[in-house]
Structures are given as C-alpha cells and as structure tokens.
C-alpha cells in the first residue's frame, strides 16, 4: 500500500503565540482594560485561535505547531493543553519569523505562520493558503490596520523581514514591494480585522457574540475523493452536484486522454495525477486531502442532496469506522431493482457496502488502515474488512444513484454473477490478480467501450488502451 506519510509533514502550521503576562501582553489595550484585564484578553484570544485550528492535526498531512514567546512550555501547557510548542529566538518579529521559516522548510513543502490577533481567522482560510502555496511563492493575509495577519513561504526568503517597519501601517505594502522586487509570485488572502488598540474591541465583541459557528467543523470538513479515467462524460454534473461550503473535491486522475481533466478542473475540482488504478488514484487523492472526513465517489455516481449532513451525523458517532449510501442504479428494469435488493440484503446481514455505494470515513481511521490495498480488484471490499476491526460499518437508508452503464455494456445476469462469483473467490482466498485475469476474460466477451475501458470497470484498462 502506497498510503503513508513519510517522517515529516508535508506542510507546517506556526502559530505565533505571546504568554499572557499582565503588562507585557497587549500592551496597547491597556489603558482600557488594565495590565490585567489586557493579559485576560489576550489569553482568551489565544484559546479562541487554538480551538479555530484544532482540526488540521486531524488531517494527517498538517502539523500544526505553538512558538511562543515569554513564559515557557511548561507555563504554556498548564494553561493551555498539550500541544507541540517551540520557542521563539531573540530579535525583533522578522528575526523570528525567518528563523522559524528556515526550521520547518527544512521538512516541508509549505510553511504558514499566524498570529493570535486576528478572530475571525479560520481553518478555512489556512486551508486555502496552503492550496495557494501550491503554485504561488508567498501568501500574504492583509490585515485592515496595513499589516498582515498570515504569511506562507514555499522556501525562506529572509529579505521579507530584515529592517521590516514592524507595528506600522506600512507592513503589507513594504512587503508586497519586496516580494516584486525578488520576483515572488503573490497570492492574496481576504482581508481580516486585527484586535491591537481599543478602538478594536467590538471586532472581539462581535466574534464572541457568534460563538465559533464559523468552526471548519461546523462548516463540514469533508474532502471527496473522484478517481478517473477518460469520464468526461460524467465528471462535471458530478462535482458540481456535490460542491458545498467547506468540501474540497479531489480529482485523481490515472491517464485520461479525453477532457476529463479540463472539465473537472472548470467544474471546481482539485486534479492531481496518480497511477492509473483504482486503489493507487484513490490513495493519491486522500493523500492530498486536508480535512478530518473522507468520501470516496465513483465519477458516475451522484449523492443525496443531504449527503454532507448524513455523512457528519454518521461520523460523529465515535463507534463508527466506516459509513456508505443505499445504491441505487440509474437503470429501469424489474432486474436491476432485485439487483439493488439484493444489495441491501448483503448489506443487511454481512454490513459489506461496495465502492459505488460512496464509502465514507474519518481521514484518521483510513491513515490508521494503510488505505487502500493496490490490488486489481475487490480494493473496496478489502477496506471495508479491514475497517470493520476498528468499529461498526453503518449503511445509511439514503441513496447514491450510479449510472447503470455498467450492466448495459455487461447485460444485468452476467454483471450481477460476475460481481458474485469475484466477491465469493476473494472472500476463499483466491487472490485478486487472478479474479481480475477471469473476469477481464469474460468481459472481453462483450463490446467494448470506444475509450478501451473494461465497461465492467471504468478504471481498468485493456493491455492496448493504456493512455501513458
């Protein structure tokens, strides 16, 4: 199995975070508030930044990290839980933040640092750094007071500090001048409210009167996963039938010689390369996944309107290692209605969903299992197994509707037996490259599809198809 992260994180998260000393924290508010009730403050913002990021641990790909300043890590855990924590050096705030950009590039692709004055800063919004990091050389957040409330780095470039005016309105632009000057390609974040003079207050009020209903958990989490091969036929209706607020699509793409690629990138998708396979495109693509909850989705298949609350009610239940829709074909015909029955008889008695029913989990438990196994056939039905040692497998009544292209190009009896007689030779031992010769041996009986694909499996090609 492919899926592994390696030693180190792929990408970094530096929160930049001050002890809340009475007289040293939020120097500026204390003609306000007093020494004490600025400390307060501030350590209240702290705990609010903390509890905004605390899912990207979840994600696997992330590590998010505390360098402070003052007090010490022992002072910081007492007061704030256990977390990686990493003190800041001497110097002013550029020195420090070179000198932390130059420790975690060393491991990582991508480095993003942000401060704890900033409320309304989301998990989201570090999402969407990153993601920029992919094809820009700096991210800048601008702060509405001339400075920034986030900066990410794909490689240190210390003359974005040295001399910097610090604590001026002039931050953002002296910046965006350098990053011109050394031919940096810059990509802009929205525009947040900084909380640093008492003027500033009612931005902190405001925020505490939402709560944290802008918590990325509230705003779903979920990362969906869409191999392909040559599906542009069904790509684009796909992703647009399931872009939501805060749900990344993922496209993993083995080869297509179509436009798949274009359409799903137009239609609002993540595409990434991956080798062509099932199994390997759907590992590649959780690899890449930054949020807490998976979603495997065939390109033909469509989900519920409510899927992204089924699927956050479903995880939430800790006893839960794995979730899948009801199937429904895209096919009329009293013979592909027994085919869905007896689907949910199998799931019944055996809880043993395939892939096309959109299987769904906690991106923790998949990293947990290895992913899925790079076998040609029957990858689904290995996860599930193995999946069903960590927890319950639960089947949700709602329906995912598939095309039933599949049983048009094979006929219903010979796709329903073929589908039994490989679930019943994996489950004997017989292994998976061996179904696999069987089964392309029987489907080559049939037409098949003008792209060269086994019409039994759109994602496994015939030896002379093979687009790369």
Same mark, same amino acid.
Request: overall charge neutral; charged content about 25%; some cysteine.
């Given at each position: 199995?492919?899926?592994?992260?390696?030693?180190?994180?792929?990408?970094?998260?530096?929160?930049?975070?001050?002890?809340?000393?009475?007289?040293?924290?939020?120097?500026?508010?204390?003609?306000?508030?007093?020494?004490?009730?600025?400390?307060?403050?501030?350590?209240?913002?702290?705990?609010?930044?903390?509890?905004?990021?605390?899912?990207?641990?979840?994600?696997?790909?992330?590590?998010?990290?505390?360098?402070?300043?003052?007090?010490?890590?022992?002072?910081?855990?007492?007061?704030?839980?256990?977390?990686?924590?990493?003190?800041?050096?001497?110097?002013?705030?550029?020195?420090?933040?070179?000198?932390?950009?130059?420790?975690?590039?060393?491991?990582?692709?991508?480095?993003?640092?942000?401060?704890?004055?900033?409320?309304?800063?989301?998990?989201?919004?570090?999402?969407?750094?990153?993601?920029?990091?992919?094809?820009?050389?700096?991210?800048?957040?601008?702060?509405?007071?001339?400075?920034?409330?986030?900066?990410?780095?794909?490689?240190?470039?210390?003359?974005?500090?040295?001399?910097?005016?610090?604590?001026?309105?002039?931050?953002?632009?002296?910046?965006?001048?350098?990053?011109?000057?050394?031919?940096?390609?810059?990509?802009?974040?929205?525009?947040?409210?900084?909380?640093?003079?008492?003027?500033?207050?009612? $931005?902190?009020? +405001?925020?505490?009167?939402?709560? &944290?209903? %802008?918590?990325?958990?509230?705003? /779903?989490?979920?990362?969906? @996963? #869409?191999?392909?091969?040559?599906?542009?036929?069904?790509?684009?209706?796909?992703?647009?039938?399931?872009?939501?607020?805060?749900?990344? $699509?993922?496209? +993993?793409?083995?080869?297509?010689? &179509?436009? %798949?690629?274009?359409?799903?990138? /137009?239609?609002?998708?993540? @595409? #990434?390369?991956?080798?062509?396979?099932?199994?390997?495109?759907?590992?590649?693509?959780?690899?890449?996944?930054?949020?807490?909850?998976?979603?495997?989705?065939?390109?033909?298949?469509?989900?519920?309107?409510?899927?992204?609350?089924?699927?956050?009610?479903?995880?939430?239940?800790?006893?839960?290692?794995?979730?899948?829709?009801?199937?429904?074909?895209?096919?009329?015909?009293?013979?592909?209605?027994?085919?869905?029955?007896?689907?949910?008889?199998?799931?019944?008695?055996?809880?043993?969903?395939?892939?096309?029913?959109?299987?769904?989990?906690?991106?923790?438990?998949?990293?947990?299992?290895?992913?899925?196994?790079?076998?040609?056939?029957?990858?689904?039905?290995?996860?599930?197994?193995?999946?069903?040692?960590?927890?319950?497998?639960?089947?949700?009544?709602?329906?995912?509707?598939?095309?039933?292209?599949?049983?048009?190009?094979?006929?219903?009896?010979?796709?329903?037996?073929?589908?039994?007689?490989?679930?019943?030779?994996?489950?004997?031992?017989?292994?998976?490259?061996?179904?696999?010769?069987?089964?392309?041996?029987?489907?080559?009986?049939?037409?098949?599809?003008?792209?060269?694909?086994?019409?039994?499996?759109?994602?496994?090609?015939?030896?002379?198809?093979?687009?790369?």
């Amino acid at each position: 199995m492919s899926f592994t992260m390696g030693d180190g994180a792929y990408e970094r998260l530096a929160i930049f975070a001050r002890f809340p000393e009475p007289g040293r924290a939020k120097t500026r508010l204390i003609p306000a508030l007093g020494p004490e009730g600025a400390a307060e403050l501030h350590a209240e913002m702290v705990r609010h930044t903390f509890r905004r990021m605390s899912d990207l641990d979840e994600i696997g790909r992330i590590s998010v990290e505390v360098w402070f300043s003052g007090g010490d890590a022992k002072r910081f855990k007492a007061a704030f839980g256990e977390r990686v924590y990493r003190p800041q050096p001497e110097g002013d705030l550029g020195d420090r933040m070179a000198y932390a950009f130059n420790k975690m590039l060393l491991d990582a692709c991508a480095a993003v640092i942000i401060g704890t004055d900033c409320p309304a800063i989301s998990e989201r919004i570090v999402l969407d750094a990153f993601d920029a990091l992919q094809d820009h050389d700096i991210v800048l957040g601008p702060a509405n007071d001339g400075g920034y409330y986030l900066i990410g780095l794909r490689k240190p470039v210390p003359d974005l500090f040295d001399g910097m005016p610090w604590g001026t309105s002039l931050v953002l632009s002296e910046t965006l001048a350098r990053a011109e000057q050394l031919g940096l390609v810059v990509h802009q974040l929205p525009p947040l409210d900084d909380v640093d003079e008492p003027a500033d207050l009612a $931005v902190w009020e +405001a925020t505490k009167s939402k709560g &944290d209903a %802008t918590n990325f958990r509230g705003e /779903a989490g979920l990362s969906i @996963v #869409i191999p392909t091969l040559n599906e542009s036929a069904f790509i684009g209706r796909t992703i647009r039938s399931v872009l939501r607020p805060g749900v990344e $699509v993922i496209v +993993a793409d083995g080869g297509s010689s &179509d436009d %798949t690629r274009e359409i799903a990138s /137009a239609s609002g998708a993540r @595409v #990434i390369d991956a080798p062509t396979g099932r199994g390997p495109q759907l590992n590649a693509g959780a690899e890449q996944a930054r949020t807490p909850f998976l979603l495997f989705l065939h390109a033909d298949t469509l989900l519920p309107v409510d899927y992204l609350s089924v699927v956050r009610c479903v995880l939430a239940d800790s006893d839960v290692a794995l979730g899948a829709f009801r199937l429904r074909i895209d096919r009329p015909g009293l013979l592909i209605r027994a085919v869905e029955l007896g689907v949910r008889i199998r799931g019944s008695l055996w809880r043993m969903p395939y892939g096309d029913q959109a299987m769904f989990m906690r991106s923790e438990c998949f990293r947990q299992l290895g992913g899925f196994a790079e076998i040609p056939l029957m990858e689904d039905v290995d996860l599930v197994h193995r999946a069903s040692a960590l927890g319950s497998i639960r089947l949700v009544p709602q329906a995912a509707i598939t095309s039933g292209r599949r049983w048009e190009s094979a006929g219903v009896l010979r796709m329903t037996l073929l589908n039994l007689s490989c679930a019943l030779g994996f489950r004997l031992g017989i292994p998976s490259q061996k179904l696999a010769a069987w089964r392309d041996h029987f489907s080559r009986v049939r037409v098949q599809s003008k792209t060269g694909q086994d019409p039994l499996n759109p994602l496994r090609c015939t030896p002379n198809s093979r687009t790369r």
